[in-house]
């Protein structure tokens, strides 16, 4: 694919990662390209495949500080294909400036300018006095539990350590250098069922109607304020996304009846806690009838914060004198693969602008990629010389 002096140019790389329509959790040979790569600027890889996922890891050199990219290949499906201005994994980058397709912010582009800011520190400062490791997976698009999450489990087995990981993730909501992410809130999913007895709506003496109890069970939930937000925070919300009974008759009461709903929190609360204040609130609805109410809770990711300090502010310095902004330090919008890294090292996320990731047409301009490859290569740089802490 790609001969080693070509790889200091992010976007040959990053079309040949679009090309492979690695839809979760098919690979499609992207982490084979970029394998190659990584073996051209002479890391050792390693793949740790599980279940269906397959995951990339990839070190140069033995020595601490380690410095870990982290990142995905794998992509949410495109969609109507016919519906796109230019084909989804055709990767095109034409005069308009933008690199298209699936994957171009969410975060193949990304992934090429951590690839291409190694080469240009070997070509600047040499070898560095430390590691730089990559962990790419094909599962964090999914369930997200073949992916980095085993992966982190399986290395740290094999004795592998991380001082610091920076996660490509498209950051940005507007421009280059709006926004770093150093935390997330957890995330939590409940399953309510309600059961009760089937019968005819006009004899409710001889059924157990479930309905009104899960609705109550909903709005003792509903009822509480979670918090008022721990800063760098925002407050922690609970939002009903389902209510079902699968009943298409008018004259039935049901036998059973469904809720779902999903806690976005901060590091207020952990997600045994919410799943004890759950359960506690159901089994305080006392049922009129010969039924049960169960809950059935998830917690796909705890909330977690990476303080403000010497790594942040090396990252907000190097980003600054790239794009002449400061990116300010968040932890809003969705879950990210952080949250399995932050138990392993402190983790903060910044890639490119993310206004199109998961739209039809998504693209990015080609030189904020190439922008990015330079705070990429600046972090690295400024990393091996401050060590930070």
Not at 130 to 141: C, Q, V
Not at 185 to 206: D, I
Not at 360 to 367: A, L, N, Q, T
Request: hydrophobic share 40%; with cysteine.
């Amino acid at each position: 694919m790609n001969t080693l002096e070509d790889l200091a140019n992010p976007l040959p790389l990053a079309q040949a990662l679009i090309r492979r329509p690695s839809i979760t959790p098919a690979d499609a040979g992207a982490l084979g390209v970029l394998e190659a790569a990584l073996e051209q600027l002479g890391f050792a890889c390693r793949r740790y495949p599980f279940g269906e996922v397959d995951n990339l890891y990839a070190r140069r050199g033995t020595a601490s500080p380690c410095f870990l990219f982290a990142g995905h290949t794998d992509v949410v499906p495109p969609g109507a294909e016919a519906d796109w201005q230019k084909p989804p994994f055709a990767a095109e980058a034409g005069d308009d400036g933008m690199l298209w397709g699936r994957g171009a912010a969410d975060m193949k582009g990304a992934i090429a300018a951590m690839v291409a800011s190694v080469q240009r520190l070997l070509d600047e400062s040499g070898e560095p006095d430390g590691s730089i490791a990559f962990l790419i997976t094909g599962d964090e698009e999914g369930p997200a539990i073949h992916g980095t999450k085993a992966a982190l489990a399986a290395l740290a087995e094999e004795g592998e350590r991380f001082d610091h990981c920076l996660v490509g993730e498209p950051t940005n909501p507007n421009v280059l250098g709006d926004t770093i992410k150093s935390g997330r809130r957890g995330s939590l999913n409940c399953t309510l069922t309600v059961t009760g007895r089937q019968g005819h709506v006009a004899y409710p003496e001889r059924a157990e109607n479930p309905i009104p109890a899960l609705l109550t069970v909903l709005n003792r939930l509903l009822a509480r304020k979670l918090d008022d937000g721990v800063s760098p925070f925002q407050p922690s919300n609970l939002e009903v996304t389902s209510i079902d009974v699968g009943n298409p008759t008018t004259n039935v009461i049901p036998a059973t009846a469904r809720a779902r709903f999903n806690i976005r929190f901060n590091i207020a609360h952990t997600g045994d806690q919410l799943s004890t204040w759950i359960r506690e609130e159901a089994a305080m609805v006392d049922l009129d009838f010969d039924g049960s109410i169960t809950a059935d809770i998830h917690v796909t990711g705890e909330a977690f914060l990476t303080p403000a300090g010497p790594f942040t502010t090396l990252l907000q310095d190097c980003i600054q004198a790239e794009t002449g902004r400061r990116p300010a330090l968040t932890t809003g919008g969705g879950t990210s693969d952080a949250r399995f890294i932050q138990l392993y090292a402190p983790v903060a996320e910044f890639g490119l602008v993310g206004a199109t990731m998961h739209q039809v047409d998504e693209r990015v301009p080609v030189s904020d990629i190439e922008t990015l490859t330079a705070i990429y290569t600046r972090i690295l740089s400024q990393y091996f010389r401050d060590r930070p802490a």
